[in-house]
Structure formats: C-alpha cells, structure tokens
C-alpha cells in the first residue's frame, strides 16, 4: 500500500534514512537524524508537495517525496525528487511503484521539471530513473565529500507533460 506520510511515520522513515546515512553515499548527510527532525521535515513538504510511504506487512518499507528544489520564485514549478526503500527490501520493485506513485501525484500539481540529483556511481538509481524517463543533464564533480572521499553528483531530469 502507498500513501501519504504522516508524522507518525517518522521514526520508521528514520530508520531506512538512517541507514544511508551511516552506511552510504546515497546521501550527503553525515550524521543520523531523530524521529523529531523526519517529522518537521515531513510537514515542511506535505501538503504543497507529496510525501508518501509504501507499507509492506503494515510496516514501513520506503519512501519518496518531492521536495522544492531551489526558494527562488522562479524555480516554484520545479522539484528534487528523492525515493528510499529499506535496504533488506530491495530489488522488490517498491522504489518503482513509489516513483510511478510520486510522479502521478506531481502531473497533477503545479509541476514542470523533476529533478533527481544522484551521487556518483549508483547505477541502481540511475537505472530507475532513466526507467521513468529522466535523462542525465549534468554532472558536478567532487562537490561531497563523505567517508574520506570525494563524491560526484550527478542530475537527472524528468519534463512532466502539461496537463489537458
């Protein structure tokens, strides 16, 4: 099941971040976050964007949200998307039925441009994006630094065709 999250959700939501956190580069942060920091940054997001859970066995097993990408005003009908599953419940298909998820949800919002930036190499990640459509558009070297090594970024980007 996928729905949308709710404060409720954060300790579980911390627990599959936390994870990358401490034990990847698939995130930039270096330093685990509490149940409290996941459920501002949830109601920061919800409802102008959407944050959504999927739900295997009534637990949390991922997430994916939408997130503005820069506060210019500019730059309102574009997001940075971000989608993390449980790292014991990978290769499910649940980072896909989340993204096809997050994805009808932002055809139906003020959304142009979705943007996926991914750290560098991730072909898991890149290789469900580019399922979805994205395409790379750039690559910034060097820009994080995590575990004693320098880390690319690399930006995919998803054009969502206007509504009719």
């Not at 956190?21 to 102008?48: G, K, Y």
């Amino acid at each position: 099941m996928i729905r949308s999250a709710t404060a409720a959700d954060a300790q579980a939501i911390c627990s599959i971040y936390n994870h990358f956190i401490l034990q990847s580069t698939a995130t930039f942060e270096e330093a685990a976050i509490t149940a409290h920091e996941m459920a501002a940054r949830i109601a920061a997001i919800v409802p102008r964007l959407p944050f959504l859970v999927a739900e295997l066995d009534g637990a949390v097993a991922g997430y994916a949200y939408a997130a503005p990408w820069k506060t210019r005003s500019a730059y309102r009908h574009t997001v940075e998307s971000s989608v993390y599953i449980a790292p014991q419940l990978g290769g499910m298909g649940l980072g896909s039925r989340l993204y096809q998820a997050l994805l009808q949800d932002l055809r139906g919002r003020d959304v142009h441009a979705v943007l996926a930036g991914i750290a560098l190499p991730n072909s898991a990640s890149i290789g469900l994006h580019e399922a979805f459509g994205f395409t790379q558009v750039g690559q910034m070297r060097e820009v994080g630094h995590k575990f004693g090594q320098w880390l690319d970024v690399g930006y995919w980007q998803l054009t969502l065709a206007p509504q009719r």
